[in-house]
């Protein structure tokens, strides 16, 4: 019997190559644990195949030798082994010749060096046999006598080139196999369990922000009083059609004013304090104009990806907007800035050959995963670190130089403002560290844009910086009040994301309403309008900052935009942010983890500039209100303004000339004092 013949009567080998398994060797025991029979045999300790006696071979002729041949399918030309098998011995040419069509009759001949390892060979196989039926009584590789009969067909059917090979699904008594399932339901249930008593399970608000009272907002009492509300809707919307030839229907102006009375009785007022919309722009009427105007115009969807109908006049002018922004050659679209992220990371990382990622310990996590799936080596940098960002640098380029090796291509990827802690990143001195050991630069805009410089372009144009940011990432739907990601950059480089970033080319792009209205907010917030919104929301931030630590509540000292509340308790800050919610019509989110590392739950707030002098002091109010009520502790010790340490060029200059001259080989801390 060939190889080929003895891999088909498998069912766990003939899906295998001939060539695999003529130079697998010992690897074949990763196909022997799949085995029904084989892998409890597996567990066995195995010696190295030259060291190993080779157990006695069985005359064919024999009556063992036989009932043999009719056990085992897989080699029913030639004598395989008995239920007893012998002591190991010198080798055998029959025995070798078994081992070498039949990996698994190798295996326990390798394994069962003495009678007891033999034993409980047999014994594991014959319980396999018992419980697994694929014959209605034994197993492929070892059957009673009295399947004998259907085996002899099975191998007749094989051998026979003239008849149709049996289908595997035949060896198998497929109603043997159907009541086994694993238990999808209950482990889920029980991971969701685990999230809940930690305090970790994310609970989404019921709220509807209003475009006509920004920042006000109405909650909704309880989930269940939504649901009873929607199925009292549902029931008055099922008798009636509407109709597509008027504008709104009659039936539909009934609903509408029953959503209206139903909705009075479970809504409640709120002020929100923790929205992205930083500066309300989702609300600006030419903004809601513009998006109208174009809905009638196009519709509301974009009808395809980029490639394939969705590539509209607005798209192209944003685009050339976003890059006008942010004086780069270019600018490419996304639905968001998640997605921008990290099909930017990934799709880099796979065209730039041997490329180095250096990561800020800080990173959002759209920035992590696109690294992730780009398969490069990374190095994470501490938050806000040059010191420690230049040494593994300085490292990597040594270890070229040493090596006499091209340089690798490297990215460094970091943030401006970190959204959770309010960080603000030295941008400067890590572009400069960067670009002197030949590394790109990758910045993360996403919470800078529209509100810092002069026209909204985030903290690299504050800083006067824009030009030593080699790829910078930025979101529509925070301060420009939108929805959806870009990225500016390079033309090649973003032409090279285009063509070959999947998040870009596989998915719908952004409808023309959408791209239009983002467009004439990104116009108004570059010019007179934006900055003077800038300017108030700035203001309104340092007066909430001011009132609340003069109140004694734990403010997290921060130099942005954010004004994060220290809980420190996963269930007491959830409590917190419920409480305020029902009790005192504010709405601030609890954060806690993973966003944030367990211990360091917080409130995040975030004043904008339509947040009025009574909302803010009902804020100081409510919050002493709630930290009173929980016993959560108050300080009255003045704020902690910690200075970002900064490095001198000297130290960034002596590297790079180390590096330079081959003499640095190993990391070495670098000092700020010198």
């Given at each position: 019997m060939?190889?080929a013949?003895?891999v088909?009567k498998?069912p766990?080998?003939n899906?295998?190559?001939?060539?695999?398994l003529?130079?697998?060797?010992?690897?074949?025991?990763?196909?022997?644990?799949?085995?029904?029979v084989?892998?409890?045999?597996v567990?066995?300790?195995?010696?190295?195949q030259?060291t190993?006696?080779?157990?006695?071979?069985?005359?064919?002729?024999?009556?063992?030798?036989?009932?043999?041949?009719?056990?085992?399918?897989?080699?029913?030309?030639?004598?395989?082994?008995?239920?007893?098998?012998?002591?190991?011995?010198?080798?055998?040419?029959?025995?070798?010749?078994?081992?070498?069509?039949?990996?698994?009759?190798?295996?326990?001949m390798?394994?069962?060096?003495?009678?007891?390892h033999?034993?409980?060979?047999?014994?594991?196989?014959?319980?396999?046999?018992?419980?697994?039926k694929?014959?209605?009584?034994?197993?492929?590789?070892?059957?009673?006598?009295?399947?004998?009969?259907?085996?002899?067909?099975?191998?007749?059917?094989?051998?026979d080139?003239?008849?149709?090979?049996?289908?595997?699904?035949?060896?198998?008594?497929?109603?043997e196999?159907?009541?086994?399932?694993?238990?999808?339901?209950?482990?889920?249930?029980?991971?969701?369990?685990?999230?809940?008593?930690?305090?970790?399970y994310?609970?989404?608000?019921?709220?509807?922000?209003?475009?006509?009272?920004?920042?006000?907002?109405l909650?909704?009492?309880?989930d269940?009083?939504?649901?009873?509300?929607?199925?009292?809707?549902?029931?008055?919307?099922?008798?009636?059609?509407?109709?597509?030839?008027?504008?709104?229907?009659?039936?539909?102006?009934?609903?509408?004013?029953?959503?209206?009375?139903?909705s009075?009785?479970?809504?409640?007022?709120?002020?929100?304090w923790?929205?992205?919309?930083?500066?309300?722009?989702?609300?600006?009427?030419?903004?809601?104009?513009?998006?109208?105007?174009?809905?009638?115009?196009?519709?509301?969807?974009?009808?395809?990806?980029?490639?394939i109908?969705?590539?509209?006049?607005?798209?192209?002018?944003?685009?050339?907007?976003?890059?006008?922004?942010?004086s780069?050659?270019?600018?490419?679209?996304?639905?968001?800035?998640?997605?921008?992220?990290d099909?930017?990371l990934?799709?880099?990382?796979?065209?730039l050959?041997?490329?180095?990622?250096?990561?800020?310990?800080?990173?959002?996590?759209?920035?992590i995963?696109?690294?992730?799936?780009?398969?490069?080596?990374?190095?994470?940098?501490?938050?806000?670190?040059?010191?420690?960002?230049?040494?593994?640098?300085?490292?990597?380029?040594?270890?070229?130089?040493?090596l006499?090796?091209?340089p690798?291509?490297?990215?460094?990827?970091?943030?401006?403002v970190?959204?959770?802690?309010?960080?603000?990143c030295?941008?400067?001195?890590?572009?400069?560290v960067?670009?002197?050991?030949?590394?790109?630069?990758?910045?993360?805009?996403?919470?800078?844009?529209?509100?810092?410089?002069?026209s909204?372009?985030?903290?690299?144009?504050?800083?006067?910086?824009?030009?030593?940011?080699?790829?910078?990432?930025?979101?529509?739907?925070?301060a420009?009040?939108v929805?959806?990601?870009?990225?500016?950059?390079?033309?090649?480089?973003?032409?090279?994301?285009?063509?070959?970033?999947?998040?870009?080319?596989?998915?719908?792009s952004?409808?023309?309403?959408?791209?239009?209205?983002?467009?004439?907010?990104?116009?108004?917030?570059?010019?007179?309008?934006?900055?003077?919104?800038?300017?108030?929301?700035?203001?309104?931030?340092?007066?909430?900052?001011?009132?609340?630590i003069?109140?004694?509540?734990?403010?997290?000292?921060?130099?942005?935009?954010?004004?994060?509340?220290?809980?420190?308790?996963?269930?007491?800050?959830?409590?917190?942010?419920?409480?305020?919610?029902?009790?005192?019509?504010?709405?601030?989110?609890?954060i806690?983890?993973?966003?944030?590392p367990v211990?360091?739950?917080?409130?995040r707030?975030?004043?904008?500039?339509h947040?009025?002098g009574?909302?803010?002091?009902?804020?100081?109010?409510?919050?002493?209100?709630?930290?009173e009520?929980?016993?959560?502790?108050?300080?009255?010790?003045?704020?902690?303004?910690?200075?970002?340490?900064?490095?001198?060029?000297?130290?960034?200059a002596?590297?790079?000339?180390?590096?330079?001259?081959?003499?640095?080989?190993?990391?070495?801390?670098?000092?700020?004092?010198?």
């Amino acid at each position: 019997m060939s190889a080929a013949t003895a891999v088909v009567k498998c069912p766990f080998l003939n899906r295998t190559s001939k060539k695999f398994l003529q130079h697998a060797g010992s690897s074949l025991k990763s196909y022997a644990e799949r085995c029904p029979v084989m892998k409890e045999v597996v567990a066995c300790p195995i010696r190295a195949q030259s060291t190993i006696a080779q157990p006695a071979s069985v005359s064919e002729g024999s009556s063992d030798g036989a009932i043999v041949k009719s056990r085992c399918p897989m080699n029913c030309e030639d004598v395989c082994m008995g239920d007893k098998m012998p002591a190991p011995v010198s080798a055998d040419p029959a025995v070798e010749h078994i081992k070498k069509k039949c990996p698994f009759a190798s295996a326990i001949m390798e394994v069962a060096k003495t009678p007891k390892h033999a034993t409980r060979v047999v014994d594991a196989m014959k319980e396999v046999a018992h419980k697994f039926k694929p014959l209605q009584n034994g197993c492929p590789f070892i059957v009673s006598q009295d399947n004998f009969g259907s085996l002899q067909l099975i191998h007749t059917q094989l051998s026979d080139p003239r008849k149709k090979a049996i289908k595997q699904a035949d060896f198998y008594d497929l109603s043997e196999l159907t009541n086994t399932s694993y238990a999808y339901k209950q482990f889920f249930s029980e991971r969701l369990d685990e999230k809940k008593r930690k305090h970790v399970y994310r609970r989404f608000k019921t709220i509807n922000r209003s475009a006509n009272h920004h920042p006000a907002a109405l909650s909704y009492k309880s989930d269940a009083a939504y649901s009873a509300v929607d199925d009292v809707l549902l029931s008055v919307s099922s008798g009636f059609e509407l109709d597509s030839r008027q504008e709104c229907s009659k039936d539909v102006a009934d609903l509408l004013v029953d959503i209206v009375k139903f909705s009075d009785a479970i809504e409640r007022p709120q002020v929100v304090w923790c929205s992205n919309d930083y500066l309300g722009m989702s609300r600006h009427p030419l903004v809601k104009q513009v998006a109208q105007k174009v809905i009638s115009d196009h519709g509301v969807g974009a009808g395809g990806t980029r490639n394939i109908s969705g590539n509209g006049r607005f798209h192209n002018l944003l685009e050339r907007e976003l890059a006008a922004l942010h004086s780069k050659e270019q600018a490419l679209l996304f639905t968001s800035c998640y997605v921008a992220n990290d099909s930017t990371l990934s799709t880099l990382g796979k065209w730039l050959p041997n490329c180095i990622y250096y990561s800020d310990s800080g990173n959002h996590a759209s920035m992590i995963q696109g690294i992730c799936n780009s398969q490069c080596p990374k190095r994470v940098f501490r938050h806000n670190d040059v010191d420690h960002l230049a040494t593994l640098l300085a490292a990597d380029c040594a270890r070229e130089v040493e090596l006499g090796i091209a340089p690798r291509p490297k990215v460094v990827a970091f943030e401006s403002v970190y959204s959770m802690t309010g960080d603000v990143c030295p941008v400067e001195r890590i572009c400069n560290v960067a670009h002197q050991f030949g590394a790109l630069t990758f910045v993360d805009e996403v919470h800078a844009v529209g509100l810092y410089g002069e026209s909204g372009a985030g903290i690299a144009e504050r800083e006067n910086v824009k030009d030593k940011v080699d790829i910078v990432s930025g979101t529509l739907g925070k301060a420009f009040g939108v929805v959806g990601g870009y990225i500016a950059g390079p033309q090649s480089l973003i032409d090279a994301v285009r063509n070959e970033a999947p998040g870009f080319i596989f998915t719908t792009s952004l409808p023309p309403s959408t791209v239009a209205s983002a467009l004439v907010s990104v116009r108004l917030l570059r010019g007179a309008e934006g900055r003077d919104l800038r300017k108030r929301q700035q203001a309104s931030v340092r007066s909430v900052r001011t009132d609340l630590i003069e109140a004694g509540l734990p403010v997290l000292p921060c130099p942005s935009h954010i004004v994060p509340i220290h809980v420190g308790d996963a269930h007491l800050c959830t409590e917190v942010s419920t409480d305020l919610l029902e009790n005192h019509g504010i709405y601030i989110q609890a954060i806690n983890s993973p966003t944030v590392p367990v211990g360091q739950e917080l409130l995040r707030i975030a004043p904008g500039p339509h947040h009025t002098g009574e909302m803010k002091r009902d804020l100081v109010k409510s919050l002493l209100s709630v930290w009173e009520k929980y016993d959560l502790p108050l300080t009255n010790a003045p704020p902690v303004v910690t200075k970002l340490p900064v490095m001198k060029s000297g130290h960034i200059a002596r590297l790079v000339e180390h590096v330079a001259c081959g003499d640095y080989t190993r990391p070495q801390p670098v000092s700020l004092a010198a």
